[in-house]
T-cell receptor, first 113, second 110 residues
């Protein structure tokens, strides 16, 4: 089992650029979660999907952030335009169902200069 | 506002010591409390607690939940350097919402 796959693992970009983070959940899992982690704020839940449908995006900080899940095996988190304060580690997690244990991917470390 | 508070923020102990990590919460619709261990990568699941007073154990780690006083503790006995990590507590509120604490950073010295 490959686990949750995220790409890229690291990204360094300049302020104003568009950033796209990618996630492949564990096969057969129906729920997918996007988190952001910083030293200041800890781990924050941004948005989650169930059966490819966004359920709650109240954690998304601003309109610059958007997430999609076009099919059961792929999701993207996009930041456009990016800002230095977006620098963080972004985790994707999946679970069999919404009520089940979540399995985390390795994260994408984003640095916006 | 839902919140999860962990204490202490950080802890340094020597190998062989026993540590107790605390997690208190205030949420509107408690469903479960989860503990995770995070080293230099993604969090890994440790325990899920839903009922008061029932201890969960896994090797040297154990955890218990008190739903009346709204807290949980995570105990680690005979600590080892490999236990050094950030320990995260999360509470599931309602069907879909997870609230994480900021974590306790544990360092175990040889």
């Amino acid at each position: 089992d490959a686990g949750v796959i995220q790409s890229p693992r690291h990204e360094v970009t300049e302020m104003g650029q568009e950033v796209t983070l990618r996630c492949k959940p564990i096969s057969g899992h129906n729920s997918l979660f996007w988190y952001r982690q910083t030293m200041m704020r800890g781990l924050e839940l941004l948005i989650y999907f169930n059966n490819n449908v966004p359920i709650d995006d109240s954690g998304m900080p601003e309109d610059r952030f958007s997430a999609k899940m076009p099919n059961a095996s792929f999701s993207t988190l996009k930041i456009q335009p990016s800002e230095p304060r977006d620098s963080a580690v972004y985790f994707c997690a999946s679970s069999l169902e919404l009520n089940n244990e979540q399995f985390f991917g390795p994260g994408t470390r984003l640095t916006v200069l | 506002e839902d919140k999860v508070v962990q204490s202490p923020l950080s802890l340094v102990v020597h190998e062989g010591d026993t540590v107790t990590l605390n997690c208190s919460y205030e949420v509107t619709n408690f469903r479960s409390l989860l503990w995770y261990k995070q080293e230099k990568k993604a969090p890994t699941f440790l325990f899920m607690l839903t009922s008061s007073g029932i201890e969960k154990k896994s090797g040297r780690l154990s955890s218990i939940l008190d739903k009346k006083e709204l807290f949980s503790i995570l105990n680690i006995t005979a600590t080892q350097t490999g236990d050094s990590a950030v320990y995260l507590c999360a509470v599931k509120s309602g069907t879909y919402k997870y609230i994480f604490g900021t974590g306790t950073r544990l360092k175990v010295l040889a």
